[in-house]
């Protein structure tokens, strides 16, 4: 006669398995992507012409990033870390050179008082498609280091309390001394010069 072979009981296999699961998702770390905060302009209407917009060259501060992930600002090789305080240069032209935006003055109201501010300033960030994406991302975030420095300076200055303390109608007063404007041009193909 056949010994007969008890069988294990699987009923709870499945509760285990479950639960194991949820304590594998919950307990594990996951990385989070990175990415940019953009705020895209609203669609063209399709009736609508596009018309060139003219820049006038000493308005405009061209930053390239090409294959070799090496950085290009109007021309001169750079490093990634010395964009920040180039790009505050840029935007605030404090001697007034020729070589940077022009300056308009401006009656922004109280505390401000009549300032002088660069408002047709560009910065022209462009990329080789094999850029490194950490690369266009750290050249991203220095820009953007920039405006926001400058900004919480200006907060500091003028309302003793730092620029995200502001309440949202004062905020929009210093974007408009400092308006963040980065222009993205589509990926070319620059080769490693």
Not at 96 to 103: A, G, H, I, K, Q
Request: hydrophobic share 35%; net charge negative; aromatic share 10%.
């Amino acid at each position: 006669m056949a010994k007969k072979i008890p069988q294990i009981n699987a009923s709870s296999m499945a509760d285990i398995s479950f639960l194991l699961l949820i304590f594998f998702l919950v307990t594990t770390s996951m990385d989070v992507n990175q990415g940019l905060a953009r705020r895209l302009p609203a669609p063209v209407p399709p009736d609508q012409k596009v018309e060139d917009t003219d820049i006038n060259k000493r308005n405009l501060l061209v930053v390239k990033i090409n294959s070799a992930n090496q950085l290009m600002v109007q021309g001169q090789l750079m490093e990634v870390r010395q964009l920040k305080e180039e790009a505050k240069k840029f935007i605030l032209n404090e001697n007034d050179d020729s070589f940077y935006p022009r300056l308009f003055e401006e009656d922004f109201g109280e505390p401000f008082g009549i300032i002088r501010y660069t408002k047709e300033h560009v910065i022209s960030v462009q990329n080789d498609v094999d850029t490194q994406y950490q690369v266009y991302l750290n050249v991203q975030n220095e820009l953007v280091a920039a405006y926001n420095e400058l900004r919480d300076e200006c907060a500091r200055k003028y309302f003793h309390v730092a620029y995200n303390e502001l309440d949202e109608d004062n905020q929009k007063r210093i974007q408009k001394i400092y308006p963040q404007k980065i222009s993205e041009a589509e990926p070319k193909n620059y080769g490693g010069n």
